[in-house]
């Protein structure tokens, strides 16, 4: 049979074309127009675990989020400020092009759009959409080039969230717990400066607000009730936190120090057990370095 030469010609004649294409004018291999800047968005603590729950609060894009970047380009020193929205799968739509193959960019994120990074605020009322609304992010500059092979904005959560577990003690029924006023009180509601270098805010200090708790359905598993808040970083302890309300009494949880210094981006955990007399049997877990889905 005759052997032929003519794939080895063809990987020679590549070769000579990628050499050609490296060793002359870097603009005129680059694409008229530049070339799409393409990103993605990540929540920090992705779960697949929770993939059917889609809320940046539990650490996923439902899609059609509004958040707001800011892209310097390296080049030419200028900021662009765009307000675009994350699809489901984490994919970020700008109009930004790559304007030469040496130019980086840094970008940083915010979520909402107009979250204000000196005085942001969460939600008095976090029943229902308060919960979401009171979510706040912020993505650390990314620096990226157009052959970065990650070009990820990752989100981290500015504010701490807390969840608590109830339960029903000696003289209260489940009825009564169910049906009993649960506020976390004495705090402010209204937070610091937003670092945009690391994704946190400043602890501000405690004050006379107080927030109605998102519930959370069903409640932890052996639980009557599970609730849970987003605040600005903050320290609780020592300060009247947990108020119930139930059966004509009223009663109050007071972390001990070192209970309840909220820091950003971290979710701590109470395990209460409400009885006819107060609050007792307490159990307090900070849940590592971010938030994790309340199962």
Same mark, same amino acid.
């Given at each position: 049979m005759k052997k032929t030469n003519i794939p080895i010609y063809i990987m020679y004649l590549w070769a000579a074309l990628v050499l050609v294409a490296?060793?002359?004018?870097?603009?005129?291999?680059?694409?008229?127009?530049?070339?799409?800047?393409?990103l993605y968005a990540a929540v920090e603590g992705y779960s697949s675990a929770n993939a059917q729950t889609r809320a940046t609060t539990e650490n996923r894009w439902e899609g059609g989020e509004m958040v707001r970047l800011w892209i310097k380009n390296s080049i030419s020193?200028?900021? /662009?400020?765009?307000?675009?929205?994350? /699809?489901? /799968?984490?994919?970020?739509?700008?109009?930004?092009?790559w304007t030469?193959?040496?130019?980086?960019?840094?970008?940083?994120?915010?979520?909402?759009?107009?979250?204000?990074l000196e005085r942001f605020s969460v939600q008095a009322d976090q029943r229902d959409k308060g919960y979401q609304d009171s979510d706040c992010m912020v993505a650390p500059s990314l620096r990226i080039t157009v052959t970065s092979p990650d070009k990820t904005l990752v989100f981290r959560h500015v504010t701490a969230k807390?969840?608590?577990?109830?339960?029903?003690?000696?003289?209260?029924?489940?009825?009564?717990?169910?049906?009993?006023?649960?506020?976390?009180?004495?705090?402010?509601?209204?937070?610091?400066?937003?670092?945009?270098?690391?994704g946190t805010a400043g602890q501000v200090r405690?004050?006379? /607000?107080?927030?109605?708790?998102?519930?959370?359905?069903?409640?932890?598993?052996d639980y009557v009730r599970t609730v849970r808040a987003l605040l600005?970083?903050?320290?609780?302890?020592?300060?009247?936190f947990v108020k119930i309300v139930?059966?004509?009494?009223t009663f109050y949880y007071t972390p001990a120090a070192g209970e309840a210094n909220f820091?950003?981006?971290?979710?701590?955990?109470?395990?209460?057990?409400?009885?006819?007399?107060?609050?007792?049997?307490?159990?307090?877990?900070?849940?590592?370095?971010?938030?994790?889905?309340?199962e």
């Open positions: 490296c060793t002359g004018d870097d603009d005129a291999a680059w694409p008229e127009g530049g070339v799409p800047l393409e020193g200028s900021t /662009d400020e765009i307000y675009t929205s994350v /699809d489901s /799968d984490g994919k970020l739509i700008t109009n930004i092009d030469s193959p040496d130019e980086k960019k840094f970008i940083n994120g915010v979520y909402p759009l107009l979250l204000n807390v969840v608590v577990h109830l339960k029903a003690g000696n003289g209260v029924t489940d009825y009564e717990l169910r049906t009993a006023t649960v506020t976390f009180e004495n705090l402010t509601c209204t937070g610091g400066n937003i670092n945009l270098n690391n405690p004050g006379t /607000d107080h927030i109605t708790p998102n519930e959370v359905t069903p409640a932890a598993a600005p970083p903050q320290n609780m302890s020592g300060r009247k139930i059966g004509g009494k820091f950003s981006g971290k979710m701590y955990e109470y395990r209460l057990t409400v009885t006819s007399e107060g609050i007792e049997n307490i159990d307090m877990e900070e849940g590592g370095g971010t938030w994790q889905p309340v």
